[in-house]
């Protein structure tokens, strides 16, 4: 069967959510939010735009949050599951990364508070797609009862292209001193 005619599975596997959103120092959380928002976009028959609320996530992430954990049953829910305790962690997170503007209001010249809050700012908003885990958990326990046994769809020539381009970027971005 030609794999443009390959029927794959909606399910992300959690590695992956997690690698692509590190590697890409979270830009693939944009289409992270971009594809379910367009999934409840048909399955609700909302008059949304799918795009713009991944552009604004901040201010939709506790409606996409709330739509994923209406998906299952609230037994299957421990408290930290909860949509208002993830969008304030994954809020705050997103937010660390001002952490390190504080050193040049207080007039400090690169001293050891500033490279702890620079690593702070980089390292947190990182952390960010750890929150988004309890979700796509949730949606892959969906997409499995809905779509039976369909393979994971494997990355694409582009996908790898652009993870060997994010790869670069993210070795320059942590060790690019050691090359200067």
Do not use: C
């Amino acid at each position: 069967m030609p794999e443009s005619a390959q029927k794959y599975s909606n399910k992300v596997p959690i590695w992956r959510l997690v690698f692509l959103s590190v590697i890409t120092f979270n830009l693939y959380q944009v289409y992270w939010f971009y594809k379910n928002w367009r999934f409840f976009k048909e399955k609700e028959k909302l008059e949304i735009s799918p795009f713009w609320r991944a552009i604004f996530s901040v201010i939709f992430i506790y409606s996409i949050l709330k739509r994923i954990f209406g998906l299952t049953k609230k037994k299957d829910l421990n408290k930290w599951h909860s949509p208002v305790v993830l969008t304030i962690l994954w809020i705050l997170l997103e937010f660390m990364g001002l952490l390190d503007n504080i050193p040049q209001f207080l007039g400090d010249q690169m001293s050891v508070l500033s490279y702890v809050l620079l690593l702070l700012a980089t390292i947190l908003p990182l952390l960010s797609v750890l929150v988004l885990i309890p979700a796509q958990r949730l949606l892959n326990n969906y997409w499995r009862k809905v779509e039976s046994n369909l393979p994971i769809k494997p990355f694409t020539w582009w996908q790898i292209v652009l993870i060997i381009f994010f790869a670069f970027g993210f070795l320059f971005f942590w060790f690019g001193d050691l090359f200067l």
